[in-house]
T-cell receptor, first 115, second 115 residues
């Protein structure tokens, strides 16, 4: 089946620190992988995505590389800002045999960045 | 990015009344929309998959008669919480799947409070 395992939070960092949030997955077929971000009281915003092995998604200084050999899609940012404080969700769109477009989410990781 | 709107953003109602939440895809046609429920500090729980022109597919444990879903057009899905009770208080989020980009785009969410 499809599932996403995400690093448990909360993660607390000082401004300009390096961020890594680990994400691994199991899936049938060849899923697309996503990172979504949720700010307090809001819905989810797409942060970045990758659709095939070795693709790197990037946006706003965040990056994640689709690693098929390790079934991972870790989120990284070289220098976090206070405004990056949010909850981050790793997700995949199910491959063959899954409902079209259905997302499978990790539990979410709360990131807090202090000035 | 694609825009999905949700209305209302916040609603307070009395126990026993029904509440309708609208989800609109503003710049693409969505044959499939999804409804989620999110409890504080938790991940999203998929409630149902809404398919344009056909019946919704509900996840196990979600009461069909309580959470009525209608997807009458390619840009609009509605969720009606019937005979709401305090335990239905939650944050409800919809999303629309863009098949062209294989990406889900989320609405901003609706905070429902049942007194």
């Amino acid at each position: 089946g499809n599932s996403v395992t995400q690093m448990e939070g909360p993660v607390t960092l000082s401004e300009e620190a390096f961020l890594t949030i680990n994400c691994t997955y199991t899936a049938t077929g060849y899923p697309s992988l996503f990172w979504y971000v949720q700010y307090p009281g809001e819905g989810l915003q797409l942060l970045l995505k990758a659709t095939k092995a070795d693709d790197k998604g990037s946006n706003k200084g965040f990056e994640a590389t689709y690693r098929k050999e390790t079934t991972s899609f870790h989120l990284e940012k070289g220098s976090v800002q206070v405004s990056d404080s949010a909850v981050y969700f790793c997700a995949l769109v199910g491959g063959r045999g899954s409902t079209l477009g259905r997302l499978y989410f990790g539990r979410g990781t709360q990131l807090t960045v202090w000035p | 990015g694609a825009v999905v709107s949700q209305h209302p953003s916040r609603v307070i109602c009395k126990s026993g009344t029904s509440v309708k939440i609208e989800c609109r895809s503003l710049d693409f046609q969505a044959t499939t929309m999804f409804w989620y429920r999110q409890f504080p500090k938790q991940s999203l729980m998929l409630m149902a998959t809404s398919n344009e022109g056909s019946k919704a597919t509900y996840e196990q444990g979600v009461e069909k008669d309580k959470f009525l879903i209608n997807h009458a057009s390619l840009t609009l899905s509605t969720l009606t919480v019937t005979s709401a009770h305090p335990e239905d208080s939650s944050f409800y989020i919809c999303s629309a799947w863009n098949s062209r980009t294989d990406t889900q785009y989320f609405g901003p969410g609706t905070r429902l409070t049942v007194l």
